[in-house]
């Protein structure tokens, strides 16, 4: 194991992440089995009690968990001078078995975590928990994953020697190599453009639909997972070597750094942004039907859809800034 | 229009030095009427009029205020009908020193964001309807005990509430001031208001403006009369 604060603070982090959600699952399992608001049994108002309190420590806790991708990002670029071979976070994801596959469960578990805080909120604002049986068996579904992101971070960070020869981004992300990054870079750039365009104006006309009429909740849903996927996709296919103005170079991670101003960050937000904001307006929907529910939901959906618009809109015209400035040309 | 049941109160519940303030009450408390608690000190009479007034949650049982069932309600949602639905007397008055008599009676409506001018215009009528208005600016810490019990029953006005509570609210009075007070809320019962008074006062709980008493012992509903 490498000591580097960062890496510690993960460590800690992740582990008072999975004790706080193990806590809060052991309520829900209560809650689920002896949940029942017509009772005035002392067990039923010690629950109504405690989901006041777990929810709002569930906030907490699901919050650091969307900054932590964040950290653990800018913490595996930061670790890339210790290892043969990396030069960027590429490389140190890729210095063991376990780098790539933590990466992944952390984009789930942001996204779901994002899904969650939406139900909650949503929850939270009635005044009769009419979700409240919905997000705590979302909350078991949710748990295992965070474990086992906790058990694969720890993986990854203690079984990280300095001495690892370990691959470059170069290599990771070249059409010529093999694997899902190698294929992502392989995408066509002008027709990866087009589908890309075509994908985020669909995703933007559902969302005004969304925002106007109320109605497409569920359509908008699959639109904006499809925008995020388009997003990543595009970005290791035609942005990262407009940014790099390198047509070989495909690298998802250098973005991330400073020569290139950080850029990377802002796309990954405003992607993640969209995707949590926009799959939250059709998470919503069967809800819609509920009595208590009925006014805070519609207002909810159109509200979260004009945000998911205007974070892919922001992505959008980061990619525009960034082709248009690029002495690249397909 | 309040109706509790199977009510139970319990500090430091599984704890050893658990008490159990308020055992098994179940009662219907009628609108515009004056009911007083009445019982001997630790009785739970003032527990069971925190229960009634939101201030404090049961550690069993349902309270249901009209056709809505209270004790379930989230804390925002309680605190919104805490602060439309009653307005609080109490034993020590509590008024804020080191601010005026006015601004006093404007704090509890602070929080609903009527405009400055209109809330003042209305604490105003108030004062004056109780009979302090020369005293507005006077700091809280100045006033005599009849003028901050005055300054008191108009900040537990202030919100037009439906319902007064009031726990103990003669325990520092004079026999004149407690009788004054008891004119004031039979002023209160005629408005249509509901009144409900924690108290072992004679001078209240015999008082010929209630409608009901009910005695508390040992955190139970001993007898109940009128």
New interface residues.
């Given amino acids: 194991m490498i000591l580097h604060p960062a890496i510690i603070a993960l460590l800690v982090s992740s582990i008072l992440i999975t004790a706080l959600v193990l806590f809060a699952f052991w309520y829900g399992v209560k809650i689920l089995r002896f949940w029942d ?1 017509r009772s ?3 067990l039923q ?1 010690d629950l ?2 405690r989901t ?1 309190l777990i929810s709002t420590v569930l906030a907490y806790v699901f919050g650091f968990q969307l900054v932590s991708l964040f950290l653990l990002i800018y913490t595996a670029d930061s670790l890339s001078t210790l290892f043969t071979g990396a030069m960027c976070a590429a490389g140190t994801f890729n210095a063991n078995d376990y780098g790539y596959p933590l990466l992944v469960l952390k984009l789930i578990n942001f996204l779901l975590a994002g899904l969650w805080l939406t139900i909650n909120h949503a929850d ?1 604002r009635a ?3 009419p979700l409240i049986r919905k997000k705590y068996a979302f909350l078991l579904l949710l748990a295992p994953f965070i474990v086992l992101e906790t058990f694969l971070q720890a993986r990854y960070f203690l079984g990280l020697t300095p001495d690892v020869i370990t691959s470059c981004c170069g290599s990771l992300f070249s059409a010529n190599s093999s694997g899902v990054g190698a294929d992502l870079a392989a995408l066509p750039a002008v027709p990866t453009q087009y589908v890309f365009t075509g994908i985020m104006a669909t995703t933007t006309a559902l969302g005004i639909a969304v925002a106007v009429t109320g109605r497409g909740g569920y359509a908008f849903f699959l639109a904006a997972g499809a925008a995020f996927i388009m997003g990543i996709a595009s970005l290791i296919s035609f942005i990262s070597p407009a940014i790099y103005e390198l047509p070989t170079h495909h690298c998802p991670f250098c973005v991330l750094q400073k020569e290139y101003g950080y850029i990377g960050y802002l796309f990954y937000s405003t992607l993640l942004g969209g995707a949590v904001t926009g799959m939250g307006v059709g998470i919503l929907k069967p809800f819609r039907s509920i009595p208590s529910m009925a006014v805070i939901i519609p207002s909810m959906q159109r509200r979260l859809a004009v945000y998911s618009v205007l974070f892919y809109a922001s992505a959008c015209l980061l990619t525009l800034v960034a082709v248009l400035r690029s002495n690249l040309r397909w | 229009m309040i109706e509790l ?2 009510i ?1 109160k319990v500090f430091n ?1 599984g704890k050893p030095h658990a008490l159990t303030a308020v055992d098994g009450v179940s009662l219907s408390l009628d609108a515009r009427a004056v009911t007083v608690f009445q019982g001997p000190s630790g009785s739970g009479k003032t527990t069971l009029l925190a229960l009634v007034g939101c201030m404090t ?6 309270i249901l205020l009209g056709d809505r069932e209270i ?5 925002r ?1 309680l605190t919104d009908v805490r602060r439309t639905t009653f307005g609080f007397i109490f034993q020590q008055f509590n008024l804020v020193r080191g601010i005026s008599v006015l601004e006093n009676v404007m704090l509890p409506a602070y929080p609903l964001g009527e405009h400055h001018t209109a809330l003042k215009k209305r604490a105003r009528v108030l004062l004056d309807l109780f009979g302090i208005l020369p005293r507005e600016s006077s700091k809280s810490e100045w006033l005599s005990g009849g003028e901050a019990q005055r300054t008191a029953i108009c900040r537990a006005l202030i919100n037009d509430p439906q319902i007064i509570i009031a726990d103990e609210p003669t325990a520092h009075l004079d026999t004149k001031l407690s009788r004054e007070f008891m004119d004031i809320v039979g002023r209160l019962k005629t408005e249509q208001k509901t009144v409900i008074i924690a108290s072992h006062d004679t001078l209240v709980y015999g008082s010929p403006v209630v409608d009901r008493v009910i005695t508390i012992r040992d955190g139970k509903i001993e007898a109940e009369g009128r």
């Fill in positions: 608001l005035g049994s002392s108002l109504e009690r006041y939270n005044y009769d928990y | 049941r199977d139970r519940a949650r049961p550690t069993e049982g349902r004790t379930s309600l989230p804390e949602f």
